[in-house]
């Protein structure tokens, strides 16, 4: 955990998040890359955000479900945290220090785009109690699958409370998402998600490879 507000990278165990708008193909690349480490001998822990905790499911059901109807934003923005919290102290730190590759459907940027840049709050006031919330654990490399709002939620039957918003509103996640990646090359790696699936997955094996020699077999 950090203590003095400078970006956590585990030292062991390899840490990848998968990140972008909806309907971009974030599960289908996560399950294959899960696959993919486990035909090479690497203990994988496939995860997601949000709800893979007791508590994080009974988050999700409140935040995305349409029958909770009218959330306050900032409402909103602190149960998408709480779910970080739980989710980093009861899964993903664990499987770090037991030097598995933690792959998670998204992460802390997913809040500072949905929450922060998609309802217009303060980015870097959100980003402050999101770090707080994790430790300010970071990614060794986020994927941001990027794909034009309108192609992702095209892929949907029925929508969710986030998908269902307006087609500007997810135009401000996705211009979010290019610029974190943009502000910090060394972690991120941007692709097409309109590109077929098996370039898609080439190019993050190409990626993680590099990484793996501080997970266990």
Known sequence: MSTSGQPVYAERGVFV?????????KSTQSRRLAGWLAREGFHA???HEPGD????AELRRIVLSPETGELSDRTE?????A??????????WPALNRGEVVITDRYVDSTLAYQGAGRILDVGEVEAVARW?????????????????EAGLGRFEGRDRIEGESLEFHQRVRDAFVAMAAA??????????RSDIETIETAIRDAVRPLLAQADR
């Open 17 to 25: 998040c998968f990140e972008g708008g909806d309907g971009s193909g």
């Open 45 to 47: 822990r496939l995860t």
């Open 53 to 56: 905790t007791l508590v994080g």
């Open 77 to 81: 923005a602190l149960l998408y945290i």
């Open 83 to 92: 779910d970080k919290a739980e989710h980093v102290d009861t899964v993903v």
């Open 133 to 149: 919330a994790t430790g300010d654990l970071r990614p060794h490399l986020t994927v941001v699958l990027d794909l034009e709002p």
């Open 184 to 193: 910090d090359p060394e972690h991120y790696l941007v692709l097409d998600a």
